[in-house]
């Protein structure tokens, strides 16, 4: 079993930046592929940003590219997504999860363990 727990959500103004933090516990953290998903009210929960946990190559969705970073820090269990110029869009509930794959994490299905969720709201 491996536990995940979102921090760093909160209300941003338009152009400002945060810092989602996701600590896991359990199994070997370096063992995962690690990736960020975003649900909006009313729609499905959507591809952010994930980390392989191989080689950490990082893939991004188009809308966030140039904007967001995901890290991890294995020493820590933790990954990281640093969140910039943020626009109204981004509004929604920032998931964590972990999966053990070898392709790069896109597809949500491909995870195991998902977080509880943190709120990021951005106002314009």
């Known amino acids: 079993q491996v536990q995940l727990v979102e921090s760093g959500g909160g209300l941003v103004q338009a152009g400002g930046s945060l810092r989602l933090s996701c600590a896991a516990s359990?199994?070997?953290?370096?063992?995962?592929?690690m990736g960020w998903f975003r649900q909006a009210p009313g729609k499905e929960r959507e591809f952010v940003a994930t980390?392989?946990?191989?080689?950490?190559?990082?893939h991004y969705v188009d809308s966030v590219k140039g904007r967001f970073t995901i890290s991890r820090d294995n020493a820590k269990n933790t990954v990281y997504l640093e969140m910039n110029s943020l626009k109204p869009e981004d509004t929604g509930v920032y998931f964590c999860?972990?999966?053990?794959?070898?392709?790069?994490?896109?597809?949500?299905?491909?995870?195991?363990?998902w977080g509880q969720g943190t709120q990021v709201t951005v106002s314009s």
């Open positions: 999860a972990a999966g053990l794959m070898l392709v790069p994490g896109i597809d949500r299905d491909l995870y195991e363990y």
């Open positions: 980390i392989h946990w191989s080689d950490h190559s990082t």
């Open positions: 359990g199994r070997t953290f370096s063992s995962f592929s």
